[in-house]
């Protein structure tokens, strides 16, 4: 059953789906599962194995939604509970049940790592792949043009893809788009990033979704802030809302004073691990 259970929580997490596991770590008296039960949850809320059934479950799996809806650190807890409507104790949280033990339960959330879809395989896109590399971060890689989208170019990348633009959009929807964390336009033609981004955009349009890294991926786009402003008027022309595109990001990356397209990649990946773990990149990070 563990087995089950951790292969099930696995293929949730290639899915790019943050998974809760709840494990029972320790009992004392008359419990309903014994050490070692667990079950996982996804962010879809669908489920696999159990920690014993009954009242306890239920509590249980209502705590697994809880910590799927919270999308800040600390994730994950332990929690004992006692299995008697009159438990007391240090840290116990009574049920209504009449088994009359207890059980310590850990419950831990675990969060896929980062899957960027680089679009568009020139310099910058090469240096954000090292970077991400560097961090065990996974990418894929989609250039028009053959030779920038290669093996040779990028040897670890999960996927590569040399199609024309509509020819990737036509096989994509939103849930498939949801294996990525992110997704770059880096293109080296502004008509095909400009492509890009509006295929993109209707599917979230008819998904009624938001690229917010939890409806679906994140979405940036390298230039500058003129040439966002062109975009988003052909997007708002094309029927795409301004709640849509006020999710985008462009111009991508923090503001550190990046030129080389190494140090852009330094300040695009930081400003992605800083939506990932859910903090304010531009707060201070000391303590008076």
């Not at 998974?19 to 014994?34: D, H, I, Y």
């Not at 500058?224 to 111009?251: M, N």
Request: glycine share 10%; hydrophobic share 40%; net charge negative.
């Amino acid at each position: 059953m563990t087995a089950a259970v951790m292969a099930w929580a696995l293929s949730r997490l290639a899915l790019g789906q943050r998974v809760v596991l709840a494990s029972v770590v320790e009992t004392a008296g008359s419990v309903p599962g014994k050490v070692g039960a667990r079950l996982a949850m996804a962010s879809d809320e669908q489920w696999s194995g159990t920690v014993g059934g009954a009242g306890l479950e239920m509590k249980v799996l209502q705590r697994c939604r809880e910590h799927l809806s919270t999308q800040h650190h600390p994730f994950g807890e332990v929690i004992r509970y006692g299995l008697n409507k009159g438990a007391k104790g240090y840290q116990v949280t009574p049920l209504d049940s009449l088994c009359g033990g207890q059980v310590t339960l850990a419950i831990e959330v675990m969060i896929p790592m980062p899957h960027v879809l680089l679009m568009g395989g020139g310099h910058c896109g090469q240096a954000i792949a090292n970077t991400l590399d560097a961090l065990g971060w996974h990418h894929s890689v989609h250039d028009t043009r053959p030779e920038f989208s290669a093996v040779k170019m990028y040897p670890s990348a999960e996927q590569l893809s040399s199609v024309s633009v509509s020819e990737f959009l036509q096989t994509e929807s939103l849930e498939s788009l949801r294996r990525f964390s992110d997704v770059l336009l880096l293109g080296h033609d502004w008509a095909e990033d400009e492509e890009r981004l509006l295929g993109l955009l209707h599917l979230y349009r008819e998904g009624k979704a938001i690229p917010d890294g939890h409806q679906g991926p994140r979405i940036g786009v390298i230039g500058s802030r003129s040439k966002w402003q062109s975009f988003e008027k052909t997007c708002l022309e094309q029927g795409i809302g301004q709640p849509i595109l006020d999710a985008i990001v462009c111009p991508i990356g923090l503001n550190i004073g990046a030129e080389s397209p190494e140090e852009i990649a330094v300040a695009v990946v930081a400003q992605i691990m800083a939506s990932f773990k859910g903090v304010d990149a531009e707060a201070p990070t000391w303590r008076t």
